[in-house]
């Protein structure tokens, strides 16, 4: 059962940037989804980006197309999500997910789960 340990969350200002790692405990090979997701207060997960294959396909939420890059270093078992232009509604829980599919990052065909880091823009 491979183990995600995200990183990178914090407090930053409207407009400003971060960048999230999300460390796997084993290898990610090519025939998985790597995905990020959040989730607000009240509300339900929502997927943000995904890369499927390392490199072969991208998917982002129409939210954030355009601000937030997904990219994963497979010789460093690690994804990471570029966010910039950042805006108070960023403002969630970011979790890393895996699973077989990308699914249109629908949170239930992802089967692993890190614990989340906290992002938090201000105005």
């Known amino acids: 059962q491979v183990q995600l340990v995200e990183s990178g969350g914090g407090s930053v200002q409207a407009g400003g940037s971060l960048r999230l790692s999300c460390v796997a405990s084993?290898?990610?090979?090519?025939?998985?989804?790597m995905a990020w997701f959040r989730q607000r207060p009240g509300e339900e997960r929502e997927g943000v980006a995904g890369?499927?294959?390392?490199?072969?396909?991208?998917y982002y939420a129409d939210s954030v197309k355009g601000r937030f890059t997904v990219s994963q270093d497979s010789k460093k078992n690690t994804l990471y999500l570029q966010m910039s232009s950042l805006e108070p509604e960023d403002t969630a829980i970011y979790y890393c997910?895996?699973?077989?599919?990308?699914?249109?990052?629908?949170?239930?065909?992802?089967?692993?789960w890190g614990q989340g880091t906290q992002v938090t823009v201000s105005s």
């Open positions: 890369i499927y294959g390392g490199v072969i396909s991208k």
């Open positions: 997910a895996q699973g077989r599919h990308c699914s249109n990052l629908r949170a239930a065909a992802f089967d692993y």
């Open positions: 084993e290898y990610i090979g090519s025939g998985y989804c």
